[in-house]
C-alpha cells in the first residue's frame, strides 16, 4: 500500500515535525518540574537532622552531632582576627558571640524543626532553614539584627558577603 500523497506534502511534514518536537519539549519541562520540585521540598525531620542544636557561630552548628549551615543568611564570625574564616574586626568578632548566644536562646526556646535542606556547602555542611515553633529562625534573627540577608542559587552567592566591618577599624593592633 503506498503512502498517500498528501502525507508527502512539505506543510504535513513540518506539522508532525513540531508536534513531535512540542511533546519532547513538554516532557523535558515535566520532568525538570519534578526534579526542582523534588530538590526544593521539605524534607522529613526524621531522615533530615535529629537532635540538640549546638551552635559554632550565629549561623553554623550541628544538629544531633551532624553538621549545617543556615541558608541565606550570614553571622558575623566568631574566629580569631587574621584567621581563614575568622572576624575581620574586634567588632564583627564581638557582634558574632552576641549572634551566637541570640540564636541559641532562640532554639531553647521553643520547638526546633528542620524545614528545608537545600545541598551542602564547600565545607560538607548541610545547607538548611530551621523553624522555632513555625517561625523561621532566619528571619526572626535578620530582624532582631543578628543576622543579615546573604541569598544563595544553587550553592553560588547572589552578592557580595554582608561587611560586619563595614567603617570600623580592621581590628585593634592596626
Known amino acids: 500500500m503506498s503512502v498517500p500523497e498528501w502525507r ?3 506543510h504535513f511534514r513540518l506539522a508532525q515535525f513540531r508536534k513531535t518536537a512540542c511533546n519532547a519539549v513538554m516532557r523535558l519541562c515535566f520532568l525538570a518540574t519534578l526534579l526542582i520540585s523534588a530538590c526544593d521540598a521539605p524534607a522529613p525531620e526524621a531522615t533530615l537532622l535529629n537532635g540538640p542544636i549546638v551552635w559554632v557561630d550565629g549561623d553554623s552548628g550541628t544538629i544531633g552531632g551532624s553538621e ?4 541565606n543568611v550570614d553571622a558575623p564570625e ?3 582576627i587574621g584567621a581563614s574564616g575568622g572576624a575581620l574586626c574586634d567588632e564583627e568578632r564581638q557582634l558574632g558571640f552576641v549572634a551566637k548566644a541570640f540564636m541559641a536562646r532562640l532554639t531553647a526556646a521553643g520547638q526546633s524543626t528542620v524545614v528545608r535542606a537545600s545541598g551542602q556547602d564547600r565545607y560538607g555542611r548541610r ?8 517561625r523561621d529562625i532566619g528571619e526572626t534573627a535578620i530582624a532582631a539584627g ?10 553560588e552567592a ?4 554582608p561587611n560586619w566591618c ?7 593592633s592596626q
Do not use: C, M
Request: no cysteine.
Open 8 to 10: 508527502n506534502s512539505p
Open 68 to 71: 549545617f549551615r543556615l541558608a
Open 78 to 80: 566568631t574566629g580569631p
Open 127 to 134: 545547607i538548611v532553614s530551621i523553624t522555632v515553633d513555625g
Open 146 to 155: 543578628h543576622l543579615r540577608s546573604w541569598p544563595h542559587q544553587a550553592g
Open 158 to 161: 547572589l552578592r557580595p558577603k
Open 166 to 172: 563595614q567603617g570600623r577599624s580592621r581590628s585593634s
